[in-house]
């Protein structure tokens, strides 16, 4: 596998993630799906996540030097040594934070009666 190929990195590292069974926790194989951007530098291979995704991503950051988790990666990236995660820099205001401040969206939940239940990205 060509590290250069930025989907094929994707893939693997979250192969190898599934592949540690119940060793760890199994939301591991699913952050490399969340990362904008996965890259080998050298020996490291650095997740770069969006802001609002820290929470998620603890796992990952607490298991991190893990010689299993390690192991295994290096299936996908033969001279791993570690990993490194990197957050965008962001409020970390949640959207519903942000509805709540437009005047437009607060007339329309004082006339409706209405209430923020749930907010989801489509796309």
């Not at 190898?16 to 799906?33: D, I, N, Q, V």
Request: charged fraction near 25%.
């Amino acid at each position: 596998m060509d590290p250069a190929d930025a989907e094929a990195l994707r893939t693997g590292v979250s192969e190898a993630l599934k592949s540690l069974g119940a060793a760890l926790p199994r939301t591991l194989a699913t952050l490399p799906h969340m990362a904008t951007r996965l890259e080998v530098a050298g020996f490291v291979l650095r997740f770069h996540f969006p802001a609002n995704v820290r929470n998620t991503a603890q796992d990952l950051e607490q298991h991190r030097a893990n010689p299993h988790l390690l192991e295994a990666l290096r299936k996908v990236v033969p001279v791993l040594q570690t990993v490194e995660l990197h957050f965008d820099e962001g409020t970390g205001e949640k959207p519903e934070d942000r509805l709540r401040r437009e005047p437009a969206f607060q007339a329309l939940l004082k006339a409706t009666g209405g209430e923020i239940v749930d907010v989801r990205s489509e796309g």
